[in-house]
Nanobody, 115 residues
Framework: QVQLVESGGGLVQPGGSLRLSCAVSGSITNIIRMDWHRQVPGQQRKMVAFIGNGNIPKYADFVKGRFTISRDFAKNLVHLEMNSLKPEDTAVYYC?????????WGQGTQVTVSS
């Protein structure tokens, strides 16, 4: 059974930084893409960043220049380094992993940006 476990969320002041991590465990093969998404209550889940097997990251415009996604291919980990955080970055952040056949989601980790 495949499991995605996010960690690293929490409360941070505006302008601060957090690093999220997502560990993928279980029998999973042929990962083609790893994403971070976020969701605010009452709103649709939005893609924040993703990275494919070419190791080329893509970002939503609202995080470009502030967030960095990285992937550890050997350990099936994906990280999201978040800098210059703003109150509007407050959300539950979800890890998503796509293979040729399936899509898996983590349970989410809360990020709150507030003074």
């Amino acid at each position: 059974q495949v499991q995605l476990v996010e960690s690293g969320g929490g409360l941070v002041q505006p302008g601060g930084s957090l690093r999220l991590s997502c560990a993928v465990s279980g029998s999973i093969t042929n990962i083609i893409r790893m994403d971070w998404h976020r969701q605010v209550p009452g709103q649709q889940r939005k893609m924040v960043a993703f990275i494919g097997n070419g190791n080329i990251p893509k970002y939503a415009d609202f995080v470009k220049g502030r967030f960095t996604i990285s992937r550890d291919f050997a350990k099936n980990l994906v990280h999201l380094e978040m800098n210059s955080l703003k109150p509007e970055d407050t959300a539950v952040y979800y890890c998503k992993v796509s293979t040729f056949d399936d899509v898996y989601w983590g349970q989410g980790t809360q990020v709150t940006v507030s003074s």
